[in-house]
């Protein structure tokens, strides 16, 4: 079992920072996949980033990419999500997710993730 959990959102203006952290607990392995994905309300889920748990490899959404950088913290079990230039359009709930089959694949797809976090709101003003 992995458990995870999502902190750092927040308000900021248009043209801001944030850092989005999900610390994982239980067993994590090698083989594993961590992603990122957002919902607007309204809107369905959708894919913003996601890495192997071993490194060396990331894959962002087009919408995203050059502003958001996903990492990761092998001694702190933790994944991160560096937003940079946020916009209004970036308004939604970040979602940290594991992907059990990610030393095969970079997961795009809500259904290929096998845990979730709670979810953290971020809000960006105009």
């Known amino acids: 079992q992995v458990q995870l959990v999502e902190s750092g959102g927040g308000l900021v203006q248009a043209g801001g920072s944030l850092r989005l952290s999900c610390a994982a607990s239980?067993?994590?392995?090698?083989?594993?996949?961590m992603g990122w994905f957002r919902q607007a309300p309204g809107k369905e889920r959708e894919f913003v980033a996601a890495?192997?748990?071993?490194?060396?490899?990331?894959y962002y959404a087009d919408s995203v990419k050059g502003r958001f950088t996903i990492s990761r913290d092998n001694a702190k079990n933790t994944v991160y999500l560096q937003m940079n230039s946020l916009k209004p359009e970036d308004t939604a709930v970040y979602y940290c997710?594991?992907?059990?089959?990610?030393?095969?694949?970079?997961?795009?797809?809500?259904?290929?993730?096998?845990?979730w976090g709670q979810g953290t709101q971020v809000t960006v003003s105009s």
């Open positions: 997710a594991a992907d059990r089959l990610g030393s095969k694949r970079i997961g795009l797809l809500v259904s290929q993730y096998d845990y």
């Open positions: 239980g067993r994590t392995f090698s083989s594993y996949g």
């Open positions: 890495m192997p748990w071993t490194g060396g490899t990331t």
